[in-house]
């Protein structure tokens, strides 16, 4: 079973603020990362796919990189709906795992 | 417009075999790639994927609780059904079904979530 491990596991910031988020696997995953945003009591929604392309609708201040067993998801300027927990996750082997999670919050 | 809900009992007790159904609208489960998963978040804590089926029947499961699980699909009633067998409190959780274009895809579509508690 492949690990997925984010760090940190949460962040203060503040608006305006660039924030970066990592994800380890614990094998190569190629480029099969994916990212997504839950805010508290709704579903997860997705962001990046691919590890770096972005989802139809995702404002551009959303960034996703990396490839193997390193990823970045990067928020360039922190707006104030961005606060939120972030995932990512593998979808190189079924069913797929995630991360612990990544909790952003307002500092 | 692609949908979907889960519906199951909200309390089950310990050592009860839970038993949850996606309803989904907007996609066919017969179409070449796609596929539905179900995927479990304790309160306050991570999410955790524990079964996919794709339109073709292969399924794939959790391997650390793949000898409880149980996927099936009925594509005619459009619906997936997930059963858990001997269910304990750690099991309490929100449970989702969520929508999948293929193996190496994200979940796109999401149901609503329902919370499972587990509990005598």
């Known amino acids: 079973d492949i690990q997925m491990t984010q760090s940190p596991s949460s962040l203060s910031a503040s608006v305006g603020d660039r924030v970066t988020i990592t994800c380890r696997a614990s094998?190569?995953?190629?480029?099969?990362l994916n990212w997504y945003q839950q805010k508290p009591g709704k579903a997860p929604k997705v962001l990046i796919y691919?590890?770096?392309s972005l989802q139809g609708g995702v404002p551009p201040r959303f960034s996703g990189s990396g490839s193997g067993t390193d990823f970045t998801l990067t928020i360039s300027s922190l707006q104030p709906e961005d606060f939120a927990t972030y995932y990512c996750?593998?979808?190189?082997?079924?069913?797929?795992?995630f991360g612990q999670g990544t909790k952003v919050e307002i500092k | 417009q692609i949908t979907l809900k889960e519906s199951g009992p909200t309390l089950v007790k310990p050592t009860q075999t839970l038993t949850l159904t996606c309803t989904f609208s907007?996609?066919?489960?017969?179409?070449?790639?796609?596929?539905v998963g179900w995927i479990r978040q304790p309160p306050g804590e991570a999410l955790e994927c524990l079964a996919l089926?794709?339109?073709?029947?292969?399924?794939r499961y959790s391997p650390s609780l793949r000898t409880r699980l149980t996927i099936t699909k009925d594509t005619s009633k459009n619906q997936v059904v997930l059963t858990m067998t001997n269910m304990d409190p750690v099991d309490t959780a929100t449970y989702y079904c969520?929508?999948?274009?293929?193996?190496?895809?994200?979940?796109?579509?999401w149901g609503q979530g329902t919370l499972v508690t587990v509990s005598s």
């Open positions: 089926i794709f339109w073709d029947d292969d399924k």
């Open positions: 996750q593998q979808s190189y082997s079924s069913p797929g795992t």
């Open positions: 969520a929508h999948r274009r293929g193996h190496s895809s994200p979940f796109y579509y």
């Open positions: 691919a590890a770096s």
């Open positions: 094998q190569s995953i190629s480029n099969y």
């Open positions: 907007g996609f066919s489960l017969t179409t070449s790639g796609v596929g």
